[in-house]
T-cell receptor, first 114, second 110 residues
Framework: DTGVSQDPRHKITKRGQNVTFRCDPI?????LYWYRQTLGQGPEFLTY????????KSRLLSDRFSAERPKGSFSTLEIQRTEQGDSAMYLC????????????FGPGTRLTVL | EDQVTQSPEALRLQEGESSSLNCSYT??????LFWYRQDPGKGPEFLFT???AGEEKEKERLKATLTKKESFLHITAPKPEDSATYLC???????????FGSGTKLNVKP
């Protein structure tokens, strides 16, 4: 068990560019979550997958954001036409479906939009 | 509306000075309450899961308790390495996502 990994750890981009982040969950976990965290706040839910199916999206997630989990393993989060307000830490978490849905987090990707 | 409020926002303690952090929640059917520790620039690290009122969990200097309206994270004789932000999250019965509080930033001075 190597834990949840995310790539890249840091991304600096110019406003209007597209960015893509990758998350590799704990191998036997079938649920995968994306959160966004800004300074001084707790993580805010964006979307989650069970296997390859995207089951819920936050109403806060604009149509510039899209996430995929094509084979039920790793996931990607893409942000199109980035804005300065997108600057944040993007966190991925995974869990095993059971009564104890404890989510384990990766190290995060820090996005800075100039 | 489901909501999580943590207090205080920040807490400064001397090494060895015990204290408690509070997490108040309103949720339509609690599936679980979770405590995490987060160091600057890192992802949250799992500490405890609590499921029902009256439940308690312990790990080293930390003890988490749960009532029907709130949870406490008790820190006994803290050390400087306990300095971090402590996050509380709840999971409702009808949703799988977590609702997080804004955290308590703990600073333990030697």
């Amino acid at each position: 068990d190597t834990g949840v990994s995310q790539d890249p750890r840091h991304k600096i981009t110019k406003r209007g560019q597209n960015v893509t982040f990758r998350c590799d969950p704990i191998s036997e976990h079938n649920r995968l979550y994306w959160y966004r965290q800004t300074l001084g706040q707790g993580p805010e839910f964006l979307t989650y997958f069970q296997n390859e199916a995207q089951l819920e999206k936050s109403r806060l997630l604009s149509d510039r954001f899209s996430a995929e989990r094509p084979k039920g393993s790793f996931s990607t989060l893409e942000i199109q036409r980035t804005e300065q307000g997108d600057s944040a830490m993007y966190l991925c978490a995974s869990s095993l479906v059971s009564g104890a849905d404890t989510q384990y987090f990766g190290p995060g990707t820090r996005l800075t939009v100039l | 509306e489901d909501q999580v409020t943590q207090s205080p926002e920040a807490l400064r303690l001397q090494e060895g000075e015990s204290s408690s952090l509070n997490c108040s929640y309103t949720v339509s059917g609690l599936r679980g309450l979770f405590w995490y520790r987060q160091d600057p620039g890192k992802g949250p690290e799992f500490l405890f899961t609590l499921y029902s009122a009256g439940e308690e969990k312990e790990k080293e200097r930390l003890k988490a308790t749960l009532t029907k309206k709130e949870s406490f994270l008790h820190i006994t004789a803290p050390k400087p390495e306990d300095s971090a932000t402590y996050l509380c999250a709840v999971q409702a019965n009808n949703f799988n996502k977590f609702y997080f509080g804004s955290g308590t930033k703990l600073n333990v001075k030697p």
